[in-house]
């Protein structure tokens, strides 16, 4: 496991742009799985501009994010189909045919999901996913319980995502109760994995995760310390409690 621990948000999100920009360089096709969130739309702005400036191509790249709330229209403003688009999508280069973001609103949910599952399976596999991490220690929308799923799933939000999203919304009662996520298992079959975390409201999410030396699935972040090929990017905000 490495772990960075950068001065500030700008450059903790410099940094990721340039592991996923040299991962780029090395294999045209990169296969990405990219989060929403507040986290990463620095990188995701930094990434923009090397496309712009420098002419970082993501022509060939196929993405998979990790969730979307369900029975939202993802023309919905805070759908995450409308927050990828706005936020990353509609300024790159990218090949709308090779954007994959979880259906809010399937037919079959069940047959979706292992589909979901399946079609990042037949891509080769994601090669370099990008994760936020929730207050609570949550991973995409895998959240804290007595047992975690492996595959794509449809899943209910814990009170604490739904006030933590709230902020995105009119009012808490706007906020989705479900999701569809990718699961710990699909997560950690990534060849590379790269968690995100910045400001102080991480800082004792951090210090659980990197202190308490407990893997645990009320912790679901904690099995990502058994992949053998996991980055932490930090701002010192977030590093602080475990920094001490
Ligand atoms: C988003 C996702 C979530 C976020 C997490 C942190 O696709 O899967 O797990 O990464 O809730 O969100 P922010 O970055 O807003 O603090």
Do not use: W
């Not at 090779?98 to 037949?122: L, M, R, S």
């Not at 959240?143 to 899943?155: A, C, F, N, Q, S």
């Not at 709230?166 to 990718?182: G, L, N, Q, W």
């Amino acid at each position: 496991m490495k772990i960075f621990i950068e001065k500030n948000y700008t450059d903790l999100s410099k940094r990721v742009a340039d592991i996923i920009e040299s991962e780029m360089k090395e294999k045209s096709n990169l296969v990405l799985g990219l989060a929403t969130g507040s986290t990463p739309v620095g990188t995701y702005e930094e990434l923009i501009k090397r496309y712009k400036e420098e002419g970082l191509d993501f022509s060939k790249i196929t993405t998979f994010n990790l969730d979307e709330y369900l029975g939202i229209p993802h023309d919905h403003v805070n759908s995450y189909h409308y927050f990828m688009e706005e936020n990353f999508f509609k300024s790159i280069n990218i090949d709308n045919d090779k954007i994959n973001i979880p259906n809010g609103n399937p037919e079959n949910v069940e047959e979706y999901c292992k589909a979901y599952d399946k079609k990042i399976e037949n891509q080769g596999g994601i090669d370099i996913q990008i994760l936020g991490i929730g207050e609570n220690g949550h991973i995409a929308f895998n959240e804290p319980d007595d047992k975690l799923y492996l595959g794509t799933h449809v899943t209910d939000l814990t009170e604490s995502t739904i006030k933590a999203n709230s902020r995105f919304f009119d009012s808490i009662d706007d906020v989705p109760k479900k999701a569809i996520t990718m699961g710990l298992g699909s997560i950690m079959k990534s060849k590379k994995i790269l968690l995100l975390a910045s400001g102080k409201n991480k800082a004792n999410t951090i210090k659980k995760l990197l202190k308490d030396g407990v893997v645990s699935t009320h912790n679901p972040a904690s099995l990502l310390l058994l992949h053998p090929d996991v980055t932490i990017i930090l701002d010192e905000e977030a590093a602080e409690e475990y920094m001490k």
